[in-house]
């Protein structure tokens, strides 16, 4: 069944570290080969075999609209007739700023860079260069790429390998980087009082993503903001996982909640090699060429990724109901999933869900933060895990990750969905505690 994705990972081990470009992809805490694959369409995956999923990773969130989706093909197309790259400006780079403006709050100016890492990256060099300040403040759990600063006690990868302390990032850089956990107002009014006035910037994920779907507390966001403003540290906002998934104005506009800086990733490139950030036009003025923050890239504003992005948030601006079905048929596949794992009654599990981001933890109480995704019976996802993946429901390889479910899921899929979910729990043994 997985004869050419097996041959294929022994292939790729002799000449990628791992065999993989992006150490999630190995498989490596749910055990087993990388699935190898080949084409997608619509919610549908194609691997080397020929097997067929549906995905519930979305390429980790653009494919808010499914894969080859046809007018973001037939751009791409067009596009790539006229040149792959200038190194020089375009109309294009405008168009997209202009539109990124219209659709979210607080960005009068946007840069765009080649990922979400570069984005998380330039914007705390920014809040470092405008305040003055050297020291950051992130959460446990939480992920902003991987640069140097946001390798310490970071999610996503880092959490799913278990790496507690990342070798090359010297211990200059990771002093600067102070952690509190997700949701805990307290612990990170008593780092600012600590630190006072060398607190450059507090950098979230509104929802956080990468250690499974974990929703912000009542309270926690304001909370930050006013410490914030109180403080003169700029709040950022990364907004790679969130940004035009939770709505056309991403977690500000879902959260009510008001960022110095954005960061965006993957997402506004419609699943090309995209990132950027923005903000307030008093923060932004400081990147060169208007300041001194330098920060630049051959590839920013490349014309394949901006026209792919633009097709992409065009149709998202445009049919704001994109929203409202996708979020009900994450409801839809919450009570499924809920119902199914409360007839079978085996093993305790919280579903986390906003919009449509979605995770099952298998945790007898709340995941409210990264301890409490860690302590959940991750051994179990692990099986869930690989019990769908051969019933063809592609999920993400991890625990420490959410779920995205994109638009061209059908209930029908759905249903598919929480009938393979019945069935492998069947399959699945408890093992004796
Ligand atoms: N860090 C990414 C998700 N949070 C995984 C990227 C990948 O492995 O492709």
């Known amino acids: 069944m997985y004869t050419k994705s097996i041959e294929l990972f022994e292939r790729a081990q002799q000449s990628i570290p791992g065999g993989v470009n992006s150490p999630v992809r190995a498989f490596k805490s749910v055990g087993g080969t990388p699935v190898f694959m080949k084409s997608a369409k619509g919610t549908y995956l194609y691997d080397a075999d020929g097997n067929k999923y549906i995905d519930y990773i979305a390429s980790w969130g653009p494919m808010i609209l499914g894969h080859a989706y046809e007018p973001v093909v037939k751009a791409i197309q067009e596009k790539a007739l006229g040149s792959t790259s200038f190194g020089a400006p375009t109309e294009l780079e405008i168009e997209m700023a202009e539109l990124i403006i219209s659709m979210v709050p607080n960005v009068d100016l946007v840069r765009m860079v080649s990922s979400g890492t570069e984005a998380c990256m330039s914007a705390i060099r920014l809040a470092r260069g405008y305040t003055g300040r050297n020291k950051i403040i992130k959460f446990e759990g939480h992920y902003h790429g991987h640069a140097d600063s946001f390798l310490v006690k970071a999610g996503s990868g880092v959490a799913t390998l278990d790496i507690q302390t990342v070798p090359g990032v010297t211990a200059g850089v990771a002093n600067d980087t102070l952690t509190a956990p997700y949701n805990d107002l307290e612990a990170v009014q008593q780092l600012v009082a600590t630190h006072k006035g060398e607190i450059a910037a507090i950098i979230v994920e509104p929802v956080a993503g990468n250690m499974g779907c974990v929703l912000p507390e009542p309270g926690f966001h304001e909370g930050l903001r006013k410490l914030c403003d109180e403080e003169g540290i700029v709040f950022i906002f990364d907004e790679v996982m969130t940004g035009f998934r939770l709505g056309a104005g991403g977690a500000q506009a879902a959260l009510n909640i008001n960022a110095d800086l954005v960061t965006y990733g ?100 709340p995941v409210v933060d990264f301890t409490s995704a860690a302590a959940a019976n991750n051994q179990f996802f692990n099986k869930y895990f690989h019990a769908m993946l051969k019933r063809g429901i592609y999920l993400p390889p991890s625990a420490f990750e959410s779920w995205f479910l994109n638009n061209a899921l059908t209930y029908a899929d759905l249903d598919e969905t929480i009938a393979k979910t019945k069935e492998s729990l069947a399959e699945i043994t408890v093992p004796v505690p």
């Open 266 to 365: 993957k997402v506004i490139g419609g699943g090309m090699p995209v990132g950027a950030f923005g903000g307030k036009k008093e923060i932004m003025q400081h990147i060169a060429p208007l300041g001194n923050v330098y920060q630049a890239g051959t590839l920013s504003g490349n014309p394949i990724a901006m026209i792919a992005g633009f097709t992409m948030l065009t149709e998202l601006k445009n049919n704001p109901s994109i929203y409202t079905e996708l979020a009900d048929k994450t409801e839809y596949l919450h009570k499924g999933l809920q119902d199914a794992l409360t007839e079978w009654g085996e093993e305790p599990f919280r579903i986390n869900r906003f919009g449509s981001m979605i995770s099952v933890h298998f945790s007898d109480f």
